[in-house]
């Protein structure tokens, strides 16, 4: 089993900034890549950024420019810098980690219990 234990979020004024950290730890073999979602009261819960443990990124267009995902790979960690908040970036913010597990390199998928992050304008 993977826990994944975010922290970071918080209460921030419209242009201010945030980072959001999310560590992964248990019976933990391989990581193959970390991400970050979110999900707006009343909304589907939505893609904000992921990475891969080679360094690959992929962003939703509302972030780009704004957002960065980076990942520690010692560490089993990533980070989310936001800058640039707005109102609509107002969330439960979902860490979430793709997992390979020996023998046969299973893969699987743990979320976290995710953290609030509230942007006033």
């Known amino acids: 089993q993977v826990q994944l234990v975010e922290s970071g979020g918080g209460l921030v004024q419209a242009g201010g900034s945030l980072r959001l950290s999310c560590t992964a730890s248990g019976s933990i073999f391989v990581i193959d890549a970390m991400g970050w979602y979110r999900q707006a009261p009343g909304k589907q819960r939505e893609l904000v950024a992921t990475i891969t443990s080679r360094g690959s990124t992929d962003y939703a267009d509302s972030v780009k420019g704004r957002f960065t995902i980076s990942m520690l790979n010692a560490r089993n960690t990533v980070y989310l810098q936001m800058n640039g908040l707005k109102s609509e970036d107002t969330a439960v913010y979902y860490c979430?980690?793709?997992?390979?597990?020996?023998?046969?390199?299973?893969?699987?998928?743990?979320w976290g219990q995710g953290t609030q992050v509230t942007v006033s304008s």
């Open positions: 979430n980690t793709i997992h390979v597990a020996p023998p046969y390199g299973s893969r699987s998928l743990y």
